[in-house]
């Protein structure tokens, strides 16, 4: 089996070329400059995710390459609003188009509407995307271990924070662990391996051991129920970052209000 995650990174590298073509750097650099010397508005992602009582980042999700579309008509003007309605911590919004239905648009939409820091998620490989991040209202983009070597995190990250966005550093295995001690503000485990698709929670809880303790961690994908949330915060995980189980359903709102309650009575 091709390993999906080499076929998306090889597919961004084009992509980003092309849009390098209809927004030339020096253009949204200029403008993301104006933007900031404006005044940007912080929203902490990792400062969120600790304060919160349950820690889940919902997120917008409509298609993804193993399921195929999950929600095709899902609307941003109108479920990450739900989102915040119904007890989430922060946001995540998949900008990927190709493989994942997204858009940078979903944000520039959902921004005006919402206050939770939103995360663009995203296979971020050159610092152009994250100027992109800044320009349509992100506080917060999604560095994957798996794609970069750690220089290029380190780099990435440094212009990050010079942009005010925070780093969610994605970790899949502990061939990766020697990234963690990068300056990112939040280290995620992706329980979902890119490359096969098999998902398996104890991979958080096999990683959480080795991984900062003054960092704040998160868990991502497969988590099936507030038991496990549970046991993922003795484990030291303060973020949850829930997408499909919420999208599938008709109301992806409500869904995060009833599992927020049951998590509450668990």
């Known amino acids: 089996m091709k390993d999906i995650l080499e076929e998306i990174v090889a597919y961004k590298r084009i992509e980003v070329a092309a849009q390098k073509e209809q927004m030339p750097p020096r253009k949204l650099y200029a403008e993301v400059g104006r933007m900031m010397a404006e005044g940007v508005e912080k929203r902490s992602l990792s400062q969120a995710l ?27 003007e109108e479920i990450p609003l739900a989102y915040e309605q119904n007890g989430a911590a922060a946001l995540s ?14 944000v520039r939409k959902a921004r005006p509407l919402v206050n939770l820091p939103i995360l663009r998620k995203d296979f971020i ?3 152009y995307q994250l100027f992109q991040a800044r320009h349509v209202g992100a506080d917060a983009v999604l560095l994957i271990a798996a794609d970069l070597k750690k220089e290029e995190v380190r780099s990435l990250t440094a212009t990050a924070h010079e942009l005010a966005l925070e780093v969610l550093l994605e970790l899949h295995s502990e061939h990766e662990l020697d990234y963690a001690d990068l300056p990112v503000d ?12 098999v998902t398996d929670v ?62 509450a009575s668990s």
């Open 50 to 76: 600790t304060e919160n009582d349950y820690g889940i980042i919902a997120e917008f999700k409509r298609k993804s390459p193993s399921k195929g579309w999950i929600k095709e008509d899902g609307k941003p």
């Open 202 to 263: 104890q991979n958080s809880f096999r990683m959480a051991a080795r991984l900062p303790e003054d960092r704040v961690l998160v868990s991502e994908s497969g988590i099936a129920g507030p038991g496990v949330i549970r046991l993922l915060r003795e484990a030291g995980y303060r973020g949850f970052l829930i997408g499909e189980s919420f999208m599938k359903t008709d109301d992806p709102g409500l869904a995060l209000k009833q599992f927020i309650k049951e998590l």
């Open 186 to 197: 939040a280290i995620g485990v992706n329980n979902r391996n890119l490359g096969t698709f």
């Open 125 to 127: 490989i050159d610092e």
């Open 93 to 106: 919004i998949l900008t990927d188009e190709k493989y994942f239905g997204g858009s940078l648009d979903f």
